[in-house]
């Protein structure tokens, strides 16, 4: 809070940012890194360690799947017995709509309250959509779905429609850096 300069009472949510591990066989932080960081700066929500699955990636899709699914196993189980006060956020990662379902339906499964669909920066609104459509059906009442990276303003009343309650995107941040 005190780096951002925002006070105490607004929420932040911590990522372990997998766009910068991205070459790397397996992410660089465990989730006892993560759990004790996010736990450390007091933050309102903290994001499972996930590994993107990209086109580039595909050879390893499965892989990167199971660390994912795993780690956001290990994050909830442990959140849960550190009694920690923070909503924790598990990590969904995919290559194509039925995984995105497939990996919300074990989390819900999991426990997970709130799901953030990551891997998705590159994808157009058409094919987020439908993401979301196979993703949909699996959701529960009172399951909150985030998009990383993805502040659509003229797909957002798509995306509420399909489940989403929260996004974030530093894209106009950034365009607001290079002008």
């Not at 189980?77 to 923070?86: I, P």
């Not at 709130?114 to 399951?143: D, F, N």
Request: hydrophobic fraction near 40%; glycine fraction near 8%.
């Amino acid at each position: 809070h005190r780096f951002l300069r925002v006070p105490r009472n607004f929420p932040i949510m911590g990522d372990c940012g997998a766009f910068d591990y991205i070459e790397e066989k397996t992410p660089p932080y465990t989730t006892d890194d993560v759990l004790e960081y996010y736990t450390r700066l007091d933050l309102a929500a903290g994001v499972s360690v996930d590994h993107l699955i990209v086109p580039a990636f595909y050879a390893d899709k499965q892989f990167r799947y199971d660390v994912t699914v795993q780690n956001a196993e290990d994050f909830l189980s442990e959140h849960r017995k550190r009694g920690l006060a923070w909503t924790p956020i598990g990590a969904v990662q995919g290559w194509d709509p039925e995984s995105y379902a497939r990996a919300a339906a074990a989390y819900i499964q999991m426990g997970y309250k709130y799901l953030g669909l990551g891997g998705l920066v590159r994808c157009s609104t058409k094919e987020i959509t439908q993401i979301l459509q196979a993703v949909k059906p699996v959701l529960k009442p009172g399951i909150d779905v985030h998009l990383f990276g993805i502040a659509r303003p003229d797909a957002l009343p798509v995306f509420t429609s399909l489940g989403v309650t929260s996004v974030d995107s530093a894209s106009h941040l950034r365009r607001a850096w290079l002008v």
